[in-house]
């Protein structure tokens, strides 16, 4: 069964510094979003995206964050200058009309 | 105020009692999601419902749109069946979704 692909599974960085995290969801899906969980806390929605643009965003998602989908199959979150409160784990999803979201594995990521 | 709350947040079963996990919420929705959630962190998605009742396998769920409400049961539970359940509302088609708290199952053989 096709999996959406999450990289890397774990990523430290220190503060301040700029992550990029990389999802490849299912081939033919054209619907995709970025979640979000902190650690002991509910999953929240950061951004979703449809035909190359974000078709909605969160509070959550200020100028901090940026997504891409540089390629035909990938699709990227970006956070500048990360902050402590970034640590969570993400999650990436993507559906096709009318069908559930599938979700990868998520990356968790830990800024020291 | 929560917009999804599940109760309860805790439940332990021993194996083969039934299970039922409940999903209230205050929105207008498209669709109500079932997720599973195992310690590892991974998100599997159960069931999509608009309406009435789906079942697969041992789980069970339905929905009641007038009430604003939704169950999952869980037959003849399993310690496999430990997890983390949420219930999760979708306001617009290909909308995102906005998760509960989550339900914490902890099934002893």
């Known amino acids: 069964e096709p999996e959406v692909t999450q990289t890397p599974s774990h990523q430290v960085t220190q503060m301040g510094q700029e992550v990029i995290l990389r999802c490849v969801p299912i081939?033919?899906?054209?619907?995709f979003y970025w979640y979000r969980q902190i650690l002991g806390q509910k999953v929240e929605f950061l951004v979703s995206f449809y035909n190359n643009e974000i078709s909605e965003k969160s509070e959550i998602f200020d100028d901090q964050f940026s997504v891409e989908r540089p390629d035909g199959s990938n699709f990227t979150l970006k956070i500048r200058s990360t902050k402590l409160e970034d640590s969570a784990m993400y999650f990436c999803a993507s559906s096709d009309s009318g069908q559930p979201q599938h979700f990868g594995d998520g990356t968790r990521l830990s800024i020291l | 105020k929560n917009e999804v709350e599940q109760s309860p947040q805790n439940l332990t079963a021993q194996e083969g009692e039934f299970i039922t996990i409940n999903c209230s919420y205050s929105v207008g929705i498209s669709a109500l999601h079932w997720l599973q959630q195992h310690p590892g962190g991974g998100i599997v998605s159960l069931f999509m419902l608009s309406s009435g009742k789906k079942k697969h396998g041992r789980l069970i769920a339905t929905i009641n749109i007038q009430e604003k409400h939704s169950s999952l049961h869980i037959t003849a539970s399993h310690p496999r069946d430990s997890a983390v359940y949420i219930c999760a509302v979708q306001k617009a088609s290909y909308g995102k979704l906005t998760f509960g708290q989550g339900t914490i199952l902890t099934v002893h053989p």
């Open positions: 081939s033919n899906h054209l619907y």
